[in-house]
């Protein structure tokens, strides 16, 4: 998680300065998002809350969105990142929120996503998503190359 915090420090220190607040929705980051930015002091004063949705039951429960909210889509895509993100920043309520959702590895996912696919997504006064696909079956690495991309999607959004 050491080569996250810088990341985390300076998208710390912008939400501060602007008085803002994140929440997460992350998948096969399995909280390394939330993590990084809580381990940044004064987090209190930006980071409101988040889930890891590694699962249908998970998404139904923790944001409360329901499978027929998901006709037509699947997860591990943009479209399903978006939905994570623009579900997590109504439900905490945040100026921004993160979500990351695809495949760590060491094998690909049940939708055909091979290992070191990731789509991940930000939802506040400005809305982007983004593609990952690191080429490696490393699913620790893969987890910390989805969260350093998070949160350097966050920290180019708040510049």
């Not at 002091?41 to 998404?59: D, E, L, N």
């Not at 993160?98 to 930000?122: F, M, V």
Request: proline share 4%; glycine share 8%; with cysteine.
């Amino acid at each position: 998680m050491q080569d996250l915090l810088p990341l985390a420090e300076a998208v710390a220190e912008r939400l501060k300065a602007r008085g803002e607040t994140v929440a997460v929705a992350e998948s096969s980051t399995g909280g390394l998002i939330a993590a990084a930015l809580l381990a940044v002091p004064g987090a209190s004063a930006y980071f409101i809350g988040g889930a890891v949705v590694y699962t249908r039951q998970a998404r139904r429960v923790l944001l409360d969105i329901p499978d027929a909210a998901m006709a037509g889509m699947r997860a591990s895509t943009e479209a399903y990142a978006l939905l994570l993100a623009r579900t997590a920043r109504q439900r905490f309520p945040a100026s921004w929120a993160l979500a990351e959702t695809g495949a760590a590895g060491p094998t690909g996912n049940r939708y055909g996503d091979a290992a070191g696919h990731s789509c991940l997504a930000l939802a506040g006064p400005v809305e982007r998503s983004l593609t990952l696909e690191t080429g490696s079956a490393d699913r620790r690495a893969n987890m910390r190359a989805f969260a350093a991309a998070a949160l350097d999607l966050l920290r180019r959004s708040l510049d």
